[in-house]
Every structure is written in C-alpha cells, then in structure tokens.
C-alpha cells in the first residue's frame, strides 16, 4: 500500500475531539482520506477519519479561520469566521471537516 504524505495542519481540539479541515473536497489528499476513511497524522498516529457536515462542521470551521492567521488560508474557505454557525452549516457539503477517531489498525 502507497503512503502519501502532505503537508496539512491539524484543527485545534475542539470539545476534546480533533479535526482535518479543509475547504474543499477537490483537494487529492481530501479525496484519498474519504476513499479511505483512514489516515495518520505525524505525531498522533493512525486515526479513522469520519466526514461530518451541519453544525458540528460549522463549529469547526468557525473556530478554525478564527485562529488561522494565513490570509491565503482563510480566503480558501467559502465562509467569513464571523458569520453565524447556521450560515456556515450551508456550506458544509462542499468543505471537508473530518473528526479524527483514535485507529488501532495501521
């Protein structure tokens, strides 16, 4: 099995949980984690990678472009941070927000 890596950065903690981001699902490592449902992270290890949408995206992707500070970064996203959760909740299906779960498979 081919293992490649890119360069990403992972979402702060949110709730106790971890999170991908992206902001959108063309991205080849986006595609690959969601054929997969799996992937690993340097320094935290192997993880499965559950694709989540509406609010609990919203929350994510709010809290992520409120602490990005990479203009180039946060203009990728189809969303400003200050909108409201329920207007960033519409834009779910075309971002990616993966909640990473802990993966004792490697």
Do not use: H, M
């Given at each position: 099995r081919d293992l490649h890596s890119?360069?990403?950065?992972?979402?702060?903690?949110?709730?106790?949980?971890r999170y991908l981001t992206a902001p959108?699902?063309?991205?080849?490592?986006?595609k690959n984690v969601l054929a997969s449902g799996r992937c690993r992270i340097?320094?935290?290890?192997?993880?499965?990678?559950?694709?989540?949408?509406?609010?609990?995206?919203?929350?994510?992707?709010?809290?992520?472009?409120?602490?990005?500070?990479?203009?180039?970064?946060?203009?990728a996203f189809p969303v400003d941070p200050g909108e409201p959760i329920e207007r960033i909740a519409g834009h779910t299906r075309q971002t990616a927000v993966f909640r990473l779960e802990q993966?004792?498979?490697s």
């Open positions: 890119f360069p990403t950065r992972r979402s702060s903690d949110l709730s106790g949980q959108n699902r063309q991205r080849q490592w986006v340097v320094g935290d290890g192997p993880a499965r990678a559950v694709l989540v949408e509406g609010e609990e995206a919203a929350g994510v992707i709010k809290t992520y472009l409120t602490v990005l500070d990479i203009p180039f970064a946060t203009a993966d004792g498979g």
